[in-house]
């Protein structure tokens, strides 16, 4: 039984990555593959330069790069499904926000639970996995940088939210910290990014500055409550 | 050989029941037992070998071993014990379609077949 050299292999592999086989564990798989077929031709008597190219032949170096977007194809379909799964996790924890909210208003029972669920689900399943999709399929670092940026406010505001509700120390620190995130690292880099890439730059800008716009609502929403509870305490005593 | 339009669809079975007798399994090895059990009629290309293997692997049903040979490193495949639960099923299933393919193909069809 033929085995192939060490730099036998390595011309084999040279040959993959120059067609495009990037996908590390399909490398080895056709790797592999290759060095068998070459090593049965070297048992039938034949060299090794010989056995390569016809091997190649066979093979069809034109469709190495196929099979490796082929490979993709079958994954994403996979990633698919779990995105089916984060979608219908999201959904439920918008319902179980909203819900907690208006039954907090109305002061039902079950709006704590609702709340806290909703929040901790945001926080730790959906904005992570959420941003594990997104991330996914971008190579620019600027618009990962957003991303990351962006869903880390998201996760921040959720667990401030949160913490708030249930009257746990920290409050600060998150909720700054959310806001620090969203207004000096998300909204520059997405800025940046939607005025490069979009045609209307007037559109790109304008959208920058209504998510501006709802960061300063949120923000000012907060002062105002607190400002109104100071008045009704000093009222009180 | 047959057609590719024929073979379609049977490639997934043919990969589990190897996998189910012989517990693990190179990827080169599959394109050869297949060429040799089919007696070169059906041959297994890698380009529709691997990306299956993968999916496969992706969904948990087989999961892979990696040893070195020689100068190189070697995946091994093999069932998960939930890939052995859907082969049984897919096999059984497949057998099925094979006698329900056989009747609809036989000489002088008769209807009803499966109802009797």
Redesign the interface.
């Known amino acids: 039984m033929a ?4 730099h ?2 390595d011309s084999i592999y040279d040959l993959l990555l120059n067609h495009g086989v990037s996908y590390e ?2 490398q ?6 290759m ?3 070459v090593e049965q031709k070297m048992d039938n008597g034949l060299e090794f330069e010989e056995s390569l190219s016809l091997s190649t032949q066979e ?1 069809g170096l034109s ?1 190495l790069s ?2 490796q977007e ?2 993709f ?3 994403t ?2 990633l698919n499904k779990m995105k089916k799964v984060v979608g219908t996790v999201a959904i439920l924890t918008a319902v179980s926000v909203i819900a907690g909210i208006i039954f907090k208003m109305n002061h039902y029972p079950g709006a704590g639970l609702l709340i806290s669920v909703g929040f901790t689900l945001a926080a730790l399943a959906v904005f992570p996995s959420m941003m594990y999709f997104d991330l996914k399929n971008q190579s620019n670092w600027v618009q990962k940088g957003a991303t990351i940026s962006g869903y880390l406010a998201g996760m921040l505001l959720s667990m401030a939210t949160l913490f708030k509700f249930m009257h746990w120390p920290g409050f600060f620190m998150l909720y700054y910290g959310g806001l620090i995130s969203m207004v000096f690292i998300f909204l520059p880099l997405y800025t940046f990014r939607s005025y490069k890439t979009q045609e209307n730059k007037l559109f790109a800008l304008a959208k920058s500055m209504l998510i501006m716009a709802g960061v300063v609502t949120i923000w000012a929403s907060y002062r105002i409550a607190e400002h109104a509870r100071a008045i009704a305490e000093m009222a009180a005593q | 050989m047959y057609s590719k339009e024929i073979i379609k669809g049977t490639l997934k079975p043919i990969i589990l029941k190897l996998l189910q007798e012989k517990e693990r399994m ?3 090895e599959i ?1 050869q037992a297949v060429k040799d059990l089919t007696a070169d009629k059906i041959k297994i290309t ?3 070998l ?6 496969l692997e ?2 948990g049903v087989v999961f892979t071993e ?1 040893e070195n ?7 091994y495949y093999a069932l998960t014990p939930s890939g052995k639960e859907k082969t049984k099923e897919l096999i059984d299933e497949f057998v099925d379609f094979m006698a329900t393919m056989k009747h609809i193909f036989e000489p002088n069809l008769q209807p009803g077949y499966g109802t009797a």
């Open positions: 085995q192939l050299k060490q036998q292999v564990s399909l080895l798989d056709l790797l592999d593959h060095c068998c077929m093979f469709h196929e099979i082929a490979t194809h079958l994954l379909l996979k | 190179y990827g080169y394109t890698e380009g529709a691997y990306p299956l293997l993968h999916k992706a969904e990696k040979i020689g100068k190189r490193v070697r995946k």
